[in-house]
């Protein structure tokens, strides 16, 4: 078993910036891709970007590029989500996740671990 928990969510102004981390306990995290993913209300999950073990391939939700870095600590089992210049749009709870096995990084199904989520809010 994985435990993942995020932190880090809140409110803030379009253009202004928030940090999410996801600590992991329980099994081995150092091997285990990690990703983001957030789900707004009244839409479903959808993926933001992906880390794999090393942090040499990652992945970004196009929506997402260019503003949005993820991160890996694996001595502190910690993945980070670094967002910038963020949008209304942007709005949603957001998941951490890890998958042990290959398959689609993209694929919020591919995920064998959830966290509780955290909610981040952006005004206009």
């Known amino acids: 078993q994985v435990q993942l928990v995020e932190s880090g969510g809140g409110s803030v102004q379009a253009g202004g910036s928030l940090r999410l981390s996801c600590t992991a306990s329980?099994?081995?995290?150092?091997?285990?891709?990690m990703g983001w993913f957030r789900q707004a209300p009244g839409k479903e999950r959808e993926f933001v970007t992906a880390?794999?073990?090393?942090?040499?391939?990652?992945d970004y939700a196009d929506s997402v590029k260019g503003r949005f870095t993820i991160s890996r600590d694996n001595s502190k089992n910690t993945v980070y989500l670094q967002m910038n210049s963020l949008k209304p749009e942007d709005a949603a709870v957001y998941y951490c996740?890890?998958?042990?096995?290959?398959?689609?990084?993209?694929?919020?199904?591919?995920?064998?671990?959830w966290g509780q989520g955290t909610q981040v809010t952006v005004s206009s």
């Open positions: 329980g099994r081995i995290f150092w091997n285990y891709r």
């Open positions: 996740a890890t998958k042990t096995a290959g398959g689609d990084s993209r694929s919020a199904g591919e995920y064998d671990y």
């Open positions: 880390i794999n073990w090393n942090g040499r391939m990652i």
